[in-house]
C-alpha cells in the first residue's frame, strides 16, 4: 500500500516536473488544498520515489552535523573506513569538543561523487564487455 501510494505520488510529481510546473496543488482529503512551491514539490519526488522502491527515506539539513556513525551508516560503509577517509581528506569533517562531525551536505556530495565514479566504471566495463562479445548469446536465445 505505501510504496503503491508513493509510486502515484512519484508519477504525478514526474509528470509535473516536465511541465516546469512553479508550483504543485495538493488537495487534502478534507478538500483543504495547500500550493507547494517546485523546491518542495521536488523533494516530495525524490522521497516518494525512494519509498516506492521500498528504500527508507531521511531528511536532513544540509548545515546539519552527523556523526560519523551516522555519516557512515548513510554512506553504507563501517565507521572506521569512513575515519580513514577523513584523516585522507577525501571527505570533510570538523570537531565539536573531542568529536569529530560531518555536515550532511559533504556526506551527500561525497555519495554523489562515489556513485557517477562507480557508474562511469561500470559504463567502462559494459563498453568493454560489449567490445570483447561477451553479450553475444551466441544464437541460443
Known amino acids: 500500500m505505501e510504496r503503491t501510494a508513493a509510486a502515484r505520488l512519484a508519477n504525478m510529481l514526474v509528470s509535473r516536473s516536465t511541465k516546469q510546473a512553479e508550483s504543485v496543488q495538493v488537495v ?48 553504507g560503509v563501517s565507521r572506521q573506513y569512513l575515519v580513514r577517509l577523513i584523516d585522507r581528506g577525501e571527505i570533510s569533517a570538523g570537531k565539536v569538543g573531542t568529536h569529530r562531525r560531518l555536515r550532511a551536505y559533504d556526506v551527500e556530495a561525497f555519495k554523489d561523487a562515489r556513485d557517477a565514479k562507480r557508474m562511469a566504471a561500470l559504463d ?18
Open 28 to 75: 487534502l482529503v478534507n478538500g483543504e488544498s495547500v500550493e507547494l512551491p517546485s523546491v518542495l514539490a521536488d523533494v516530495m519526488f525524490r522521497a516518494a520515489e525512494l519509498v516506492a522502491q521500498g528504500r527508507q527515506v531521511t531528511v536532513l539539513a544540509d548545515e546539519e552535523l552527523l556523526s560519523t556513525q551516522d555519516a557512515a551508516e548513510i554512506l
Open 124 to 141: 567502462r566495463l559494459t563498453a568493454l564487455s560489449e567490445d570483447l562479445g561477451g553479450y553475444d548469446l551466441g544464437g541460443k536465445p
